[in-house]
Nanobody, 122 residues
């Protein structure tokens, strides 16, 4: 599986963006799909994750209630809907795939997209 993230850009505080992560290959539905982000000068951090079936999601405290992860296994795509964006959400956002473990830790994710930049600024 290869991952390609898209949808980043410049948005004003309070605005919305939807990121997409398209996967190649036939095994997309076998992976839990996560989103991470990395702000300048900071470590990569967990944003959220969705199970293989899409039934369960977990989110970082900083985005819960504002961000929503969904997936369409027929389209091999996972989405990150971001609402009520804040300047502190500015970062490069990465999608990642974990074959077995469903969780917040970065270690189980062995496939990564290239990242898409989100800038929240007025």
């Amino acid at each position: 599986v290869q991952l390609q993230a898209s949808g980043g850009g410049l948005v004003q505080p309070g605005g919305s963006l939807r990121l997409s992560c398209a996967a190649s290959g036939r095994t997309f539905s076998r992976y839990h799909m996560g989103w991470f982000r990395q702000a300048p000068g900071k470590e990569r951090e967990f944003v959220g994750v969705i199970t293989r079936s899409g039934e369960t999601t977990i989110y970082a405290d900083s985005v819960r209630g504002r961000f929503t992860i969904s997936r369409d296994n027929a389209k091999n795509t996972v989405y990150l809907q971001m609402n009520s964006l804040k300047p502190e959400d500015t970062a490069v956002y990465y999608c990642a795939a974990a074959p077995t473990v469903f969780g917040r830790s970065i270690d189980p994710y062995d496939l990564w997209g290239q990242g898409t930049l989100v800038t929240v600024s007025s």
